[in-house]
Nanobody
Framework: VQLQASGGGLVQAGDSLRLSCAAS????????TGWFRQAPGKERDFVAA????????YYADSVKGRFTISRDNAKNTVYLQMNSLKFEDTAVYYC?????????????????WGQGTQVTVSS
């Protein structure tokens, strides 16, 4: 499975961005897709995740109510709609796919990773 993240950019606080994660290869082997982010000098943190069916979604407390994860399986793409962006949302955002959903918040749960897309929010 190959993942390609896109949609990052430089925005002002309060603005919105939509990230996309396009998958190719044996996508049917993955159960869950997640977004993580990593700021300079910090660990990679969980942001949001969605099951293959889309019926189950999970969010970090820091983004609940502002970010929405969704997917279009016909396009093999998962989206992360980010509204009301804050300076502290600045990071490189990575999408990842895994075969199991139990540890959706752990980076180690995921088998495949995209290359990351930079999101910079100016205050």
């Amino acid at each position: 499975v190959q993942l390609q993240a896109s949609g990052g950019g430089l925005v002002q606080a309060g603005d919105s961005l939509r990230l996309s994660c396009a998958a190719s290869g044996r996508t049917s082997s993955t159960y869950i897709t997640g977004w993580f982010r990593q700021a300079p000098g910090k660990e990679r943190d969980f942001v949001a995740a969605i099951s293959w069916s889309g019926r189950s979604t999970y969010y970090a407390d820091s983004v609940k109510g502002r970010f929405t994860i969704s997917r279009d399986n016909a396009k093999n793409t998962v989206y992360l709609q980010m509204n009301s962006l804050k300076f502290e949302d600045t990071a490189v955002y990575y999408c990842a796919a895994g075969r199991h959903g139990d540890g959706y918040f752990r980076p180690t749960n995921y088998d495949y990773w995209g290359q990351g897309t930079q999101v910079t929010v100016s205050s």
